[in-house]
């Protein structure tokens, strides 16, 4: 049975999840990513998926997603989307999502979110969010450990032929625009999600806010990040011994 929270507002749920990260021995080094951008409560319907949403820049909260899931479980959703930010998921994978928009999605969630259970490493500081029937809302699986978007993009992308190939009559012939329509159409259900059997991605990723960026604000939002994780380097490396160091270090280095 799921527990609801209903003695603090959506944006006071926030602020303490927040609060509690940048203080927290494991996740500080996120101190400088949580400043990044703006941080707005929405209602119903703003969001397809109704629940969280990033353009790489601002995050979004769906306010029912907000007031009924555990404090552990938004703690999650926080660090998936800051994930989403200090990574640059949204310049930097832009190519996969012309390739097929949903497995782009998929991809990057399951690379964030084995690194943040790692991370945690069963403390249950941060808890994967349950649905009301308390079944896993997001894509987790352990077998993605230790591998980038692109690598996992590349699992997924060649599981996804071999099954249409499977199905089609046709085989390989007319694979390339079936399986690229197939991925327009996909845009909407990417962005919310849908995986087989491990969860689904449970947050927006807002490929069109993200295009609407000025290269300016593309710029300014990299020195940003930059800076951010400078930050969290050395607030990390004043609580020696925190644990986040291993998952963290992989941030410093160059996306490609």
């Known amino acids: 049975m799921l527990a609801f929270n209903t003695d603090l507002t959506a944006e006071q749920r926030i602020e303490k999840a927040s609060m509690a990260l940048n203080g927290h021995r494991k996740w500080v080094a996120f101190i400088g990513v949580s400043m990044i951008g703006e941080r707005k409560v929405v209602e119903d319907g703003v969001l397809p998926s109704n ?7 601002d995050i979004w909260y769906c306010r029912s997603f907000v007031d009924r899931i555990r404090d552990s479980d938004l703690r999650f ?26 497995l782009a999605n998929m991809a990057m969630d399951y690379a964030i979110n084995v690194m943040i259970m790692d991370i945690d490493a069963g403390e249950g500081f ?6 009301e029937d308390g079944n896993v809302m997001c894509l987790y699986d352990p077998k993605y450990r ?3 978007t692109q690598q996992i993009f590349t699992i997924l992308y060649k599981e996804k032929q071999e099954e249409e190939e499977g199905e089609s009559p046709d085989g390989p012939d007319g694979e390339g ?14 962005q ?10 449970f947050d927006d990723h807002d490929w069109e806010g993200a295009k609407a960026l000025s290269e300016e604000e593309k710029k300014e939002l990299g020195r940003e990040v930059g800076e ?5 380097s050395m607030a990390a490396g004043k609580m020696a011994g925190s644990g986040a160091e291993v998952g963290f270090d992989k941030m410093l280095e160059p996306q490609v």
Do not use: F
């Open 51 to 57: 629940t969280l949403a990033t353009n790489g820049r």
């Open 77 to 102: 959703g926080d660090l998936h989307e800051e994930h989403h930010i200090a990574l640059e998921h949204l310049t930097t994978y832009e190519h996969l999502v012309k390739i097929h928009p949903e």
């Open 126 to 131: 941060v808890t994967l969010p349950l649905d």
């Open 146 to 148: 230790g591998m980038d």
């Open 177 to 190: 625009e079936e399986g690229e329509g197939e991925g327009d159409e996909g845009q909407d259900e990417g």
């Open 192 to 201: 919310g999600g849908g995986g087989q059997g491990q969860g689904q991605s």
């Open 228 to 232: 951010a994780l400078r930050q969290g």
